[in-house]
């Protein structure tokens, strides 16, 4: 599995390099040129949850039909300067040993909580206080359900994702019920700032929001540098398995088809440009294998 996975990683670097050369880091001058970016000192993988879904085929249309799938909650947690910035907070930390666990759609998916978010920062000796930063990928539930916890922090998403939790309900009521649940979570934080695209969260290219929309309107990715593992994309839900990721594969609940491939084809090209690695959120396979706090990456 994890030889299969490296060749089609591989795969995809060496077709997108030809393809497409640097483009991605001199088109726009918000991303960090990889030759002269910062770094950040450290990453630190967070198990946020994992969950247990009925059926498959709603991330994979028309393949997994009535199939049961387990996703992995991932947050990260990077280290620069002595700043924090926590990238997405999880399952809501009152569901912990839960044995019903807690869900965003019942009829769907069930969460669970192993280890609290408050318990892991303290691992390390940190308070949800010293964050910096909160860092959303989306607004879903299992993204923000902690963000409550961080009220001294400031909180940093996309402005597109914070209207569009507030529009007026679409035909699919799952996604209405999505936004609904999102209101809810997020309330009014104290410190909220809205990002407009790309972002260079401390303007030296260590750490730079992506803007990665299709899953949700806002929808964004984390490009982190760290000094000996090179570049690494945080995926947010951009794809929710390497093997969605390498077919192109757009979930039902996604707001944007054609959007989402775009973002898809997007991380691949920056992948090449920044021989960067993918750490994908919800794919349990390959998060069971990254390292966990309190190891991290540097
Ligand atoms: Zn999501």
Redesign the pocket.
């Known amino acids: 599995m994890l030889k299969h996975t490296r060749t089609a990683i591989i795969s995809i670097l060496v077709a997108s390099s030809l393809s497409m050369g640097t483009r991605t880091a001199t088109a726009d001058s918000k991303l960090p040129d990889p030759a002269t970016a910062g770094f950040a000192e450290k990453l630190y993988r967070l198990d946020c949850g994992h969950s247990l879904a009925n059926d498959e085929s709603v991330w994979t249309p028309g393949e997994n039909v009535g199939r049961s799938i387990e996703f992995s909650s991932t947050c990260w947690l990077i280290r620069r300067r002595g700043e924090w910035v926590l990238w997405d907070t999880g399952v809501p930390q009152a569901s912990l040993n839960d044995p019903k666990g807690w869900s965003t759609l019942p009829k769907l998916i069930v969460y669970h909580l192993d280890k609290s978010i408050t318990g892991q920062l303290a691992e390390i000796g940190l308070k949800t206080s010293d964050i910096t930063y909160v860092a959303l990928s989306?607004t879903?539930g299992?993204?923000i359900g902690n963000v409550g916890l961080f009220p001294n922090s400031t909180i940093l998403m996309q402005r597109v994702e914070y209207t569009w939790i507030s529009s007026p309900d679409g035909a699919n009521d799952n996604v209405n019920q999505l936004k609904a649940l999102a209101r809810k979570l997020l309330g009014t934080p104290k410190q909220l700032q809205l990002l407009d695209g790309d972002t260079d969260v401390f303007g030296d290219g260590s750490v730079t929001l992506i803007s990665t929309p299709g899953?949700?309107p806002g929808h964004q990715s984390l490009l982190v540098h760290l000094k000996n593992s090179g570049f690494i994309i945080l995926s947010g839900?951009v794809a929710h398995s390497e093997g969605n990721f390498e077919k192109d594969m757009v979930p039902s609940l996604n707001t944007d088809k054609a959007a989402s491939i775009a973002s898809m084809d997007r991380v691949r090209r920056m992948m090449a440009t920044y021989q960067a690695k993918l750490f994908i959120n919800h794919d349990k396979t390959q998060s069971d294998m990254l390292k966990l706090l309190p190891a991290f990456y540097d």
């Open positions: 989306h879903h299992d993204h899953h949700t839900d």
